[in-house]
């Protein structure tokens, strides 16, 4: 029976380091193909934006299309990674995977939205730029502080991750350092939005660590043995228990 559950918690570990590159890979794949095309970025100008929706909607189409099936993957990489490190952190009294579950989940229902609004305006672009308008700013809004629900999985995978001895010191802390730059993005939503500049790249670098991020945790999962011992994280290094 011990096999069989370490056997079945292994596959489940696996399906979620898989996840987690399905995932990167799926929403880098929606960026290739919107942002050549011209996808505004956060504070564009009306004009920008209403010749955008109004002519590339096969374009956001198609990039819509790609985001539920990465809203899975993403659940599926919390889990996976909650099934590697809760019993570590059960141990320790400490629930650090179950925060980074909770941000995953947030920044999907988070960005459903913005994905809603951005099929909202494939329809009022053409017709109507008041209304284009206010579905632009709710857009940006959205997308700047989704960095909040981000940083909030970053920190939560990456602190787990480090203090059960699952990822290397360096791995988290590049996720420390993308969940810093995501909730500075997020922080300062109001001037990023009416500004943009160097402001906006607190968010585009965070978004790039992230990605990093996510696929070097897919392999770790991917890698992860059922016979390895739980590991301690202790000043900086990880040590197995004697």
Do not use: C
């Not at 993957?73 to 579950?101: K, M, N, P, Q, V």
């Not at 959205?142 to 909040?148: A, E, Q, R, S, Y």
């Not at 993005?185 to 790249?201: C, E, K, Y």
């Amino acid at each position: 029976m011990i096999g069989k559950s370490k056997s079945a918690t292994m596959g489940f570990t696996r399906i979620g380091g898989i996840a987690a590159i399905g995932f990167a890979t799926l929403i880098v794949l929606a960026n290739v193909i919107m942002m050549p095309a011209g996808l505004p970025l956060t504070g564009a100008e009306i004009g920008e934006v209403t010749a955008f929706f109004a002519t590339e909607d096969l374009t956001i189409g198609i990039g819509s299309a790609l985001t539920p099936a990465a809203w899975i993957l993403a659940t599926l990489f919390g889990a996976g990674a909650l099934t590697a490190l809760w019993r570590s952190e059960r141990d320790r009294r400490e629930a650090w995977s179950l925060l980074g579950l909770a941000g995953l989940a947030l920044q999907n229902a988070t960005f459903a939205g913005v994905v809603a609004t951005r099929l909202a305006l494939t329809a009022t672009a053409p017709h109507d730029r008041s209304a284009t308008m206010g579905l632009w700013a709710l857009h940006d809004a959205v997308f700047t502080l989704n960095g909040t629900f981000l940083a909030l999985a970053l920190l939560g995978l990456s602190l787990g991750g480090l203090r059960t001895g699952l990822i290397r010191p360096w791995h988290a802390t590049v996720g420390l350092l993308a969940a810093a730059l995501q909730f500075s993005s997020a922080t300062l939503a109001h001037w990023v939005i009416d500004d943009g500049g160097a402001l906006s790249l607190l968010g585009l670098l965070g978004w790039l660590m992230w990605v990093a991020w996510i696929v070097a945790y897919g392999i770790v999962l991917i890698r992860q043995s059922p016979d390895t011992p739980a590991r301690t994280f202790t000043g900086n290094r990880a040590i197995a228990p004697a």
